[in-house]
C-alpha cells in the first residue's frame, strides 16, 4: 500500500466516522457479510461431513 493509497483510505475512514449514516450502512454491509460467510462454511462443514 502506497502513500497515496493511505492517505485516500484515511480520509475515507474519518468521513465515514463522521456520518452517523455511512457508518450505520458500513456496519450493517459488514453484518451481512458476516452472516453469508458463517452460512457458506455451515454449508461446507455439512458436505464436509458427507464425505466422512
Do not use: F
Not at 457508518?23 to 461446507?44: A, F, G, I
Amino acid at each position: 500500500m502506497n502513500k497515496s493509497n493511505k492517505s485516500e483510505i484515511s480520509q475515507l475512514v474519518e468521513k465515514v466516522m463522521l456520518d452517523p449514516i455511512l457508518l450505520r450502512r458500513l456496519s450493517n454491509r459488514v453484518y451481512e457479510l458476516m452472516l453469508e460467510d458463517l452460512r457458506n462454511q455451515r454449508d461446507r462443514s455439512c458436505n464436509y461431513k458427507g464425505l466422512l
